[in-house]
């Protein structure tokens, strides 16, 4: 919950200073909560989604060019 709310911030200093647009700070907000929730998704024993899996979708995401889904 820390690193989102760190990337959160940072993201929004970004805003704030350089000008970045607020549908930038909103993706990266999303992507890193989908990104934790998948990982989170992984460990836990009542599915079937394996970390393989997980990371296959975190790639998809970063090749259709979303940066901030990081791979456990």
Request: aromatic share 6%; no cysteine.
């Given at each position: 919950?820390?690193s989102i709310l760190y990337?959160?911030?940072?993201?929004l200093l970004g805003f704030?200073?350089?000008?970045?647009?607020?549908?930038?700070?909103?993706e990266r907000l999303a992507?890193?909560?989908?990104?934790?929730?998948?990982?989170?998704?992984?460990?836990?024993?009542?599915?079937?989604?394996?970390?393989?899996?997980?990371?296959?979708?975190?790639?998809?995401?970063?090749?259709?060019?979303?940066?901030?889904?990081?791979?456990?």
């Amino acid at each position: 919950m820390e690193s989102i709310l760190y990337g959160l911030s940072k993201d929004l200093l970004g805003f704030a200073f350089k000008k970045l647009p607020w549908q930038v700070v909103a993706e990266r907000l999303a992507t890193r909560i989908l990104s934790r929730q998948l990982n989170k998704l992984t460990r836990m024993n009542t599915n079937r989604l394996t970390e393989k899996q997980a990371q296959d979708i975190a790639k998809d995401l970063q090749r259709i060019g979303l940066p901030k889904v990081k791979i456990s």
